[in-house]
């Protein structure tokens, strides 16, 4: 089955920016646009933040953006803050009705 | 406001069954698809299985297909799954999760399910 790889960690100070990225191959991730990601933090629900690459659900601050080039989709968030400490994952439908996550990513905020 | 709640979940020995229930309100139940991901310890999310609007349009992450079955009841406005032939890897938090342009967009609270004699 189709594997989508993350970086297992990133971090940054309050009011930085950071970028973490979700690549795939052109089969898979590359071959469609709809990714999605989500904010986890432990013992709650999974959060949509972003989807079909670059949209923003309503609710959704503007600090949090998504782009994709390629076989790579990449989360940006701006102006970090202490909240959004947590641990990020990417999603991509890979063939028909079928998706696979990312291995997810921890973001600490410093 | 969408609410998904998931009850079933429970202590059960390798090879046993447990069937998972959802139960969902505050959107047209019938109208969206409908998937379950679950998250092992330590682990990441992993999508396990989906069902369209129609509930004979069904798919299976590998890791279950042929011990795991998803069902709807667009009438009761709820989503199963049965488990079977369970094994030790197949210990998580199960989520139900309703689908909106290929997106995860509302998610349960999830229920556990561990499986350990």
């Known amino acids: 089955q189709s594997a989508v790889t993350q970086p297992p960690s990133a971090s940054g100070s309050p009011g930085q920016s950071v970028t973490i990225s979700c690549t795939g191959a052109s089969s898979d991730l590359g071959g469609f646009n709809h990714v999605s990601w989500y904010q986890y933090h432990p013992g709650k629900a999974p959060r949509l933040i972003i989807y079909e690459v670059s949209e923003r659900p309503s609710g959704v601050p503007d600090r949090f953006s998504g782009s994709k080039s390629g076989n790579t989709a990449s989360l940006t968030v701006s102006g970090l803050q202490a909240e959004d400490e947590a641990e990020y994952y990417c999603a991509s439908y890979v063939e028909i009705y079928k998706w696979v996550f990312g291995g997810g990513t921890k973001l600490t905020v410093l | 406001e969408v609410h998904l709640v998931e009850s079933g979940g429970g202590l059960v020995q390798p090879g046993g069954s447990l069937r998972l229930s959802c139960a969902a309100s505050g959107f047209i139940f019938s109208e969206y698809s409908m998937n379950w991901v679950r998250q092992a310890p330590g682990k990441g999310l992993e999508w396990i299985s989906y069902?369209?609007?129609?509930?004979?349009?069904?798919s299976y992450a590998d890791s279950v297909k042929g011990r795991f079955t998803i069902s709807r009841d667009n009438a009761k406005n709820s989503l199963s799954l049965q488990m079977n032939s369970l094994r030790a890897e197949d210990t998580a938090v199960y989520y139900c999760?309703?689908?909106?342009?290929?997106?995860?967009?509302?998610w349960g609270q999830g229920i556990v399910v561990t499986v350990s004699s």
């Open positions: 999760v309703r689908d909106h342009i290929y997106t995860f967009d509302f």
């Open positions: 069902s369209r609007t129609s509930p004979s349009v069904v």
